[in-house]
């Protein structure tokens, strides 16, 4: 199993930035892509950004240009850098574990951490 910890929300105005981080404990050695998702009040969950093992990288069209996704695998930790924030990046940001489906057909989720961005 994996267990993830999210970190680094919060209360920003927009144009702010923000970095999120999350690390991953437990058969760390099962994962392959790591991500964010963020879901809003009322809205489904959402794939923000994601990156594999070896570094290939996936960004929804609304964040792209404006976050990055980056990867410690030594660490065992994701990072979501956010720039030029908008309100409606507004969110509970998950961080997400997908493992080598011969490994581990389950996916993992974190907790979530709110970012909220006030106009």
């Known amino acids: 199993q994996v267990q993830l910890v999210e970190s680094g929300g919060g209360l920003v105005q927009a144009g702010g930035a923000l970095r999120l981080s999350c690390v991953a404990s437990g058969s760390t050695f099962s994962i392959n892509v790591m991500g964010w998702y963020r879901q809003a009040p009322g809205e489904q969950r959402e794939l923000v950004a994601s990156i594999s093992r070896g570094g290939s990288t996936n960004y929804a069209d609304s964040v792209k240009g404006r976050f990055t996704v980056s990867r410690d695998n030594a660490k065992n930790t994701v990072y979501l850098q956010m720039n030029t924030l908008k309100p409606e990046d507004t969110a509970v940001y998950y961080c997400?574990?997908?493992?080598?489906?011969?490994?581990?057909?389950?996916?993992?989720w974190g907790k979530g951490t709110l970012v909220t961005v006030s106009s």
């Open positions: 997400a574990a997908i493992p080598y489906l011969h490994i581990d057909t389950r996916n993992y």
